[in-house]
């Protein structure tokens, strides 16, 4: 706290006996380092989302309707908050047990299997980055969002996903649902809008000429919903699958203005009613982001 907003605060305190002072001053110490550890534990926050950036993050919290079809449901207002807000999960000691929201939970055994997974995912990520940013560099006008500080999920966020992903399976099959996490290792590619397609089309090649296998590419430029590419490539030298998602300015806004929407239409518990009213949402951002001519049309070759 400022000396003159201290003195102003005080002044009445400090005009009194010298144990009334003292008081004051043990006050005043007290809640300086609450405040000081309050703004680090929102830091702290904003650092552990997906994408991290100021930018981003003031636009993630949705605006209009969204505003006001949360505000009149408080249980899902709380539901909202806890995600733009997150709290990381109890990761228990070694070899113990991982508990986030909503019930959301990993066994030890599934929590260790989650510390292996992040642990190779890391690994890997050192020899595929120098790739992809060499790839990037060759590609007119491309810039890589959130890299280098997120490039590597967060193990909360990796574990609330894995337990997501178990708790949608009646099986709650580990080795699937592991095999289903093709996100450890991350890159977002965003793309001018006028030489999108031409960026997209030469990136693949590139990766292509890498040797980088393709395990998955899906294009939603057509979609009344999402609007990127996101595809899922093989590491030849590690075999681990990471993530590049295409994007122009616009759909990553919107990606990051809908993405805890997302997140809280996944949750366990969620009604109906509810997962719809966040998936209107996210429609109503996403419907206003312009398509780059020749995005529909983007595929991998020979398919």
Known sequence: MPG???????????????????????????????????????????????????????????????????????????????????????????????EGENGLHLSAEENAAADQFLSRAQDAESNITPVVMDVKDGVPGAEAVGYPDFVLKSPESFKRKLATTLAESPTRDLDSALADMKDSVRYTLKLPEDSYTDGVNQTIAKFHDAGFENVKFKNTWGSDAYKGINSFWRDPQTGHVFEMQFHTQESFDAKMTTHDLYEQARLPGVSPDEVQSLQNQQNQIFGAVPRPSGATGIKLPGT
């Open 4 to 98: 003159g907003d201290e003195a102003a605060i005080f002044k009445g305190v400090a005009d009194g006996a010298d144990k009334a002072l003292g008081d004051a001053g043990d006050t005043l110490g007290g809640f300086a380092e609450k405040t000081a550890q309050t703004a680090d534990d929102a830091t702290d926050r904003v650092l552990s989302t997906e994408e991290g950036n100021t930018k981003a993050f003031q636009a993630i919290k949705p605006e209009g309707p969204s505003t006001s079809v949360a505000s009149d449901n408080p249980a899902l207002q709380n539901k909202i908050s806890n995600i733009l807000e997150p709290k990381a999960g109890d990761a228990g000691g070694a070899g113990g047990a991982w």
